[in-house]
């Protein structure tokens, strides 16, 4: 009977911190940003993966903010405004940026400014430079309460300022915003670490039974990243689970490696998202507990 309550203890824990975290909380600044190049960028590869050559691959700032270009990797790189097949197109251009180098660059009209690397092609990124009133105008009073903190993506899609919130054993608070789904259309998801440097994780992310997207080994320089699914089937909420692999950039890497956070039934314009945290040690915990049968003695 002990080992049944301390397994049913374990259990309403879990229920309890999952909706502790339906609690939204939000934050927008897009002042300042920073882009560095991915590591190990000088060679084909990175145009491939989620997270892109440069990190991030789309970044957004106000006019008159600032945008801090970084070499953080072993190669010397450029930022240079325009295509591989345009060239240059004179908005900016960092020249070359040795390791540990930085530049920076002052937008003062909207717009979206694409830009590559002249050593390595492959590598390119955009900047979106956006009016300051504008992310200020979607949080004014004619929104109503129907979304609460929300803004518009470059696409004109709703995204809510915070979708939910969770919070892993080590204390690491993990946070997911998302774009609206829509039916034919990619869904956007925004995932932070907080406080984090270096962060490994697997997201998957189903509709209706179905996988929209399945993300193995993503690696956040900053903890945080953005993912984007497959077109999706339906309006339909979404399913996201992410599970994390560690800490750090060799092995063995740190941290509750293997935890998930799990976000279920994500309908961003309807607020806060129902949510689950499932600490796998937690779980470990209460399996060990009942395979046992150990009877504490008090």
Known sequence: MKTKAISS???????????????????????EVTIEPAAGSGAPGCEDTA????IPSTAT??????VIMTNTDSAAHTYTSGTPDGGPDGVF?????????????????VGEYPYFCMVHPWMQGLIIVQEVEAAEDDHGDDHGDDHG?????????????????????????????TSEPMAGEMMEIHVEFEDSEHVNHDITVTQNGETVLDDMGAHHHEGSGMHTTAPLSSSDP??????????????PKTGPIGEEVVFSNVVPEFGTIAMMILAVAII???????????VPRF
């Not at 700032?61 to 600032?66: E, I, L, Q, S």
């Not at 470990?284 to 150990?294: G, L």
């Open 9 to 31: 203890f374990f259990v309403l824990f879990a229920i309890a911190a999952g909706i502790v975290a339906m609690t939204p909380a939000a934050f927008a600044d897009h002042s």
């Open 51 to 54: 997270e892109g050559c440069y």
């Open 61 to 66: 700032v106000d006019v008159g903010g600032v």
């Open 93 to 109: 251009d960092t020249s070359l940026l040795m390791v540990d180098g930085s530049y920076e660059w002052t937008p003062t009209t």
């Open 149 to 177: 903190d929300d803004h518009m993506d470059t696409d004109g899609h709703l995204i809510t300022e915070s979708s939910a919130t969770g919070m892993m054993s080590d204390g690491t608070q993990v946070s997911v915003w």
């Open 238 to 251: 979404v399913d996201i689970t992410i599970t994390f692999q560690g800490y750090g950039v060799d092995d």
């Open 284 to 294: 470990s915990i209460v399996a060990v507990t009942a395979k046992s049968r150990v």
